[in-house]
């Protein structure tokens, strides 16, 4: 099942279930069981989830996608937790040792955009942004102290991520990375959240990343060295995960900063994410 946040001529969101080039309004064709946003959705848990697929089973949708504008699926996370260097060739081509533990940064819920938003940045604030396909786990119910073998029961789904970068305020002393990850639209989202039960293996899909029809990244999450389920084990021991709490979970080589030379991403640049099985995350770049 792919769920989609949406809005229609600029009124409020909405959640629905894609079907093909179709949407069902959830709220709608539950008579206003469900919600109309994701976060109020996925917090109504399993069965909020198991309504939605008979729902989708039952009901065709009749709101065409080209008609709406595409959000973020969870727009509003009460966190988005990032886990950096986490696939062995990435640490390769940083030229740096394997790390002994997960590396932890976190991205504001302000920088989150959308599927086919512009990525916009000032130019007098940074001259070297970069792009990060990344595979994000979408949290479906409250985690805390979670197992590892039981770590897939809080899943609710997963969506595509772009990681965007300002490196040269990411590696600035003082910074500590914040300023450089949180910019305002540094965090494509979307275009959907497909369910969990749809993905039999999330760390083995294949995963790239092109620049202006250019393939930049190529890799597949098997590469990952902190995988999925001990993510969340790790993560949950620190601090409770909660409903629509995103996790990113690193991003394979052919960044641009790493190539020689540097590719920094410029005004009017065009990006895509694929991910196997969970669609294409497409935007652009403005400098302003």
């Excluded at 996608?65 to 959000?71: F, G, I, K, Q, R």
């Excluded at 969990?196 to 899909?205: C, K, Q, T, V």
């Excluded at 669609?279 to 652009?284: A, I, P, Q, R, T």
Aim: aromatic share 6%; glycine share 8%; proline share 7%.
């Amino acid at each position: 099942m792919k769920l989609v946040s949406y809005q229609e001529n600029k009124n409020s969101p909405q959640l629905g279930i894609l079907q093909n080039e179709n949407i069902l309004n959830l709220a709608a064709a539950s008579q206003g069981q469900l919600p109309d946003d994701m976060l109020s959705f996925l917090q109504m848990g399993d069965s909020a989830m198991a309504a939605a697929k008979a729902l989708g089973s039952e009901r065709q949708g009749d709101i065409p996608l080209p008609s709406v504008e595409l959000l973020a699926p969870v727009p509003n996370p009460s966190k988005v937790v990032a886990i950096g260097l986490n696939y062995l060739d990435h640490v390769r081509e940083c030229n740096l040792p394997m790390p002994e533990v997960a590396t932890m940064f976190c991205k504001f819920p302000s920088s989150i955009i959308g599927s086919e938003a512009d990525i916009c940045w000032p130019g007098s604030l940074t001259e070297k942004v970069d792009y990060e396909a990344e595979l994000a786990i979408v949290i479906g119910k409250a985690a805390k102290d979670v197992n590892e073998v039981d770590a897939f029961d809080y899943i609710a789904g997963y969506t595509i991520c772009n990681d965007i970068s300002a490196r040269d305020l990411q590696l600035r002393p003082g910074d500590q990375w914040l300023r450089g990850k949180c910019v305002d639209t540094f965090c494509p989202l979307g275009p959907y959240l497909v369910s969990r039960d749809e993905i039999a293996d999330p760390n083995r899909l294949a995963i790239l990343c092109r620049l202006n029809g250019d393939t930049m990244q190529d890799s597949n999450t098997n590469e990952m060295i902190y995988r999925v389920p001990y993510l969340i084990q790790y993560l949950s021991q620190a601090f409770t995960l909660l409903p629509g709490d995103i996790i990113i979970t690193g991003t394979p080589n052919g960044v641009g900063a790493f190539r020689k030379p540097p590719i920094w991403l410029k005004d009017g640049d065009r990006l895509e994410v694929e991910i196997e099985g969970l669609g294409c995350l497409s935007n652009s770049c403005r400098v302003i």
